[in-house]
């Protein structure tokens, strides 16, 4: 647990971040903010995920935008 006390995305999942980033932005700002193709060409929460959790630039992308939008 005391690892984890700096750590701002602690208990917040990835699938979490994903749907408040859609719902707040929408696909069309995370294709422009992030470039990667999930984004942009029919994107979906299931899809845009398991391309997250498979490639670890992106999914820092998407947390470190997440971060930056919630002031944190």
Not at 13 to 26: D, K, M, R, S
Request: charged share 25%; net charge positive; hydrophobic share 40%.
């Amino acid at each position: 647990m005391e690892s984890q006390a700096n750590n701002p995305l602690h208990g917040i999942t990835l699938a979490q971040i994903l749907e408040f980033l859609v719902a707040n932005y929408g696909w069309e700002y995370l294709d422009e903010a992030i470039r990667i193709n999930c984004f942009k060409h029919d994107p979906s929460i299931k899809s845009s995920l398991t391309f997250l959790r498979k490639t670890p630039w992106a999914r820092a992308k998407v947390e470190a935008l997440y971060l930056e939008l919630k002031g944190k």
